[in-house]
């Protein structure tokens, strides 16, 4: 029988995570990946045959996946729609650790997305996104064209208080980013109001 792995599966694509969160597709080496895996670069291609290529589109597939469970399930379930959203905004917290993590879609988009490996799971994740927070923006009395707005904006704010998170080396826009949220989606109907916008 063989030695059991030394590194849970879990792990070793969390840790895969962090390299392309940190440096992007293009900028991680397979000598980083096998560093931050904790395994050698002959049983790093033991357990990913197809490359570099292949852990990302893992890395990519465990993101969605609890994004889907932790992120569009709460927006789409029961209760009030701030509480959705609350649960929803929270989650978000964890799963980009309180905006000290880069967007993986963002680093794992090529220069022109739709050359990219991986641009076909990017736009399909940003859509389902954008479904869900129009979704509950609707359910708080929004109209489709005004909760379809709703939702691009939330988007929008999202991604950039991560890139500006990342830039000023503070986490203060993303967190301002999360106590915003109900008011994006589901602040009473009409246009989404604008907000005086806060210093860093």
């Known amino acids: 029988m063989g030695r059991p792995p030394s590194i849970d599966e879990d792990e070793v694509i969390a840790r895969l995570a962090k390299v392309f969160s940190d440096v992007g597709y293009d900028g991680a080496s397979l000598a980083q990946?096998?560093?931050?895996?904790?395994?050698?670069?002959?049983?790093?291609?033991?357990?990913?045959?197809?490359?570099?290529?292949?852990?990302?589109?893992?890395?990519?597939?465990?993101?969605?996946?609890?994004?889907?469970?932790?992120?569009?399930?709460?927006?789409?379930?029961?209760?009030?729609?701030?509480?959705?959203?609350?649960?929803?905004?929270?989650?978000?917290d964890t799963f980009y650790r309180g905006g000290h993590r880069a967007c993986l879609l963002n680093m794992l988009s090529s220069p022109r997305n739709e050359d990219g490996p991986f641009g076909k799971a990017i736009r399909e994740a940003f859509e389902a996104l954008l479904a869900a927070f129009a979704g509950v923006a609707r359910a708080a009395g929004a109209s489709e064209a005004d909760a379809r707005a709703r939702a691009e904006r939330a988007v929008v704010t999202m991604q950039g208080s991560l890139v500006l998170s990342r830039g000023?080396?503070?986490?203060?826009?993303?967190?301002?980013?999360?106590d915003e949220l109900p008011d994006i989606l589901a602040a009473e109907a009409g246009p989404a109001r604008s907000r005086k916008v806060q210093q860093p």
Request: charged fraction near 20%; aromatic fraction near 8%.
């Open 33 to 92: 990946l096998a560093e931050a895996s904790g395994l050698k670069k002959a049983s790093l291609y033991h357990r990913f045959p197809g490359g570099k290529k292949q852990m990302a589109e893992d890395v990519l597939t465990a993101a969605l996946d609890w994004i889907a469970a932790n992120v569009l399930a709460p927006l789409a379930g029961d209760g009030p729609p701030r509480e959705r959203i609350a649960l929803a905004a929270e989650n978000l």
């Open 168 to 178: 000023i080396g503070s986490t203060g826009p993303f967190g301002r980013f999360l």
